[in-house]
């Protein structure tokens, strides 16, 4: 069993900054062996790839929509990946949940889709206001 427990989440103005962490536990969980990746959701909306982080932590892909904004790291010694928010907009009030990827994705269309991770955590509230 795994568990991800996210936090950091809160209320910030339109080009503030914000840091998310997720810590991840398990007994038999190899964190740095899996990539980690952060989502968010809006109600009413699909859930939206945000970022992932190889195991290594020496590779990691953005959306579009953030990408130059937000940077993704893990401490694999903590067993902890964090997300760092800056130039925030109010496009990007969601609920953030990290996840572990499954299984290996070589592609942007595989690590990018919801259903390659097998354990989420209960997600963190962002807002962003104007």
């Known amino acids: 069993q795994v568990q991800l427990v996210e936090s950091g989440g809160g209320l910030v103005q339109a080009g503030g900054s914000l840091s998310l962490s997720c810590a991840a536990s398990?007994?038999?969980?190899?964190?740095?062996?899996?990539?980690m990746g952060w989502f968010r959701q809006d109600p009413g909306k699909e859930r939206e790839f945000v970022s992932v982080?190889?195991?290594?932590?020496?590779?990691?892909y953005y959306a579009d929509s953030v990408r130059g904004r937000f940077t993704i790291s893990r401490d694999n010694a903590k067993n902890t990946v964090y997300l760092q928010m800056s130039s925030l907009k109010p496009e990007d009030t969601a609920v953030y949940y990290c996840?572990?990827?499954?299984?290996?994705?070589?592609?942007?269309?595989?690590?990018?889709?919801?259903?390659?991770?097998?354990?989420w955590g209960q997600g963190t509230q962002v807002t962003v206001s104007s």
């Open positions: 996840a572990r990827e499954s299984d290996y994705c070589s592609s942007y269309e595989c690590f990018s889709a919801p259903g390659r991770y097998d354990y």
């Open positions: 398990g007994r038999t969980f190899r964190f740095s062996r899996y990539a």
């Open positions: 982080i190889r195991g290594s932590g020496e590779t990691a």
